[in-house]
T-cell receptor, first 115, second 111 residues
Framework: NAGVTQTPKFQVLKTGQSMTLQCAQDMNHEYMSWYRQDPGMGLRLIHYSVGAGITDQGEVPNGYNVSRSTTEDFPLRLLSAAPSQTSVYFC??????????????FGNGTRLTVT | KQEVTQIPAALSVPEGENLVLNCSFTDSAIYNLQWFRQDPGKGLTSLLLIQSSQREQTSGRLNASLDKSSGRSTLYIAASQPGDSATYLCAVKGGGNQFYFGTGTSLTVIP
């Protein structure tokens, strides 16, 4: 059971470049989400999805796009990278039907540097 | 908006000591509270989940409690070991499938 898989692990971009961070889960979770983690700021929600074809914005959505065409995959797109997007990005998933007993499962993260 | 606070930000203890990590939240309307461990450069690993109807959960040397009415949770670690050194984060699950995280407590256990 692979759980939540994120690729790549590391990425360096130049300002203005675009890229897609990949996230896949094999637990049939309805809920998937993207966070960024910055020193002293904790984890901040970028976008989330409660099922295929449904996405919504989190706390810091600007500069990022998502789509959810399948239950398994939830890619995060950076449209035009900026130095402020230098961060560690985490994908997480859980069941959403059983609201009280659904732990959040995390991937190992993608460390992104924008120069 | 839900706010989650963890104090202290850092804690250093000698090996073998029992310790308590604190987590507080401002809105008691939560579905569950989860404690995570994060090692440097790694993702978050779930340690314990307490449902809103529960008061505590135990796993090995870890015990987590939840007091919804006061907006507090504690993570108790018994007989600490150097391998327990990590950052511990708490998160509450609110309405709309939103999870709210604290900024974590960085724990160092000194051999």
């Amino acid at each position: 059971n692979a759980g939540v898989t994120q690729t790549p692990k590391f990425q360096v971009l130049k300002t203005g470049q675009s890229m897609t961070l990949q996230c896949a889960q094999d637990m049939n979770h309805e809920y998937m989400s993207w966070y960024r983690q910055d020193p002293g700021m904790g984890l901040r929600l970028i976008h989330y999805s409660v099922g295929a074809g449904i996405t919504d914005q989190g706390e810091v959505p600007n500069g990022y796009n998502v789509s959810r065409s399948t239950t398994e995959d939830f890619p995060l797109r950076l449209l035009s990278a900026a130095p402020s997007q230098t961060s560690v990005y985490f994908c997480a998933s859980s069941y959403s039907r059983d609201r009280d007993n659904s732990p959040l499962h995390f991937g190992n993260g993608t460390r992104l540097t924008v120069t | 908006k839900q706010e989650v606070t963890q104090i202290p930000a850092a804690l250093s203890v000698p090996e073998g000591e029992n310790l308590v990590l604190n987590c507080s939240f401002t809105d008691s309307a939560i579905y569950n509270l989860q404690w995570f461990r994060q090692d440097p450069g790694k993702g978050l690993t779930s340690l314990l989940l307490i449902q809103s109807s529960q008061r505590e959960q135990t796993s090995g040397r870890l015990n987590a409690s939840l007091d919804k009415s006061s907006g507090r949770s504690t993570l108790y670690i018994a007989a600490s070991q150097p391998g327990d050194s990590a950052t511990y984060l708490c998160a509450v699950k609110g309405g709309g499938n939103q999870f709210y995280f604290g900024t974590g407590t960085s724990l160092t256990v000194i051999p």
